[in-house]
């Protein structure tokens, strides 16, 4: 069983920074891919950025050159740093781990980017 938990989600202003984590834990053999998701209210879930097992990265192009993933693999552990925020990233971010056929989801945490 994997759980994953996400943190850092909150209420901050168009042009300012947030860093979402993402924890996994539970029975976790290796190293697997991980990513964020986003869903804004009356939208679909959209992916907003991936790393693999290599740490390679990709990037929706809604957020490209304002986003960062990045992974510690010591602690399980994804990072999703957000610069420059818009009101339109407003959503519950959602990260998911991907073992094989299996994709585990955490209950997602809000972000709220007004004035």
């Known amino acids: 069983q994997v759980h994953i938990g996400e943190s850092g989600g909150g209420l901050v202003q168009p042009g300012g920074s947030l860093r979402l984590s993402c924890a996994a834990s539970g029975s976790i053999g290796s190293i697997y891919p991980m990513g964020w998701y986003r869903q804004a209210p009356g939208k679909q879930r959209e992916l907003v950025a991936g790393i693999t097992s290599r740490a390679r990265t990709n990037y929706a192009d809604s957020v490209k050159g304002r986003f960062t993933i990045s992974r510690d693999n010591a602690k399980n552990t994804v990072y999703l740093q957000m610069n420059s925020l818009k009101p339109e990233d407003t959503a519950v971010y959602y990260c998911?781990?991907?073992?094989?056929?299996?994709?585990?989801w955490g209950q997602g945490t809000q972000v709220t980017v007004s004035s």
């Open positions: 998911n781990l991907v073992s094989g056929p299996i994709t585990y």
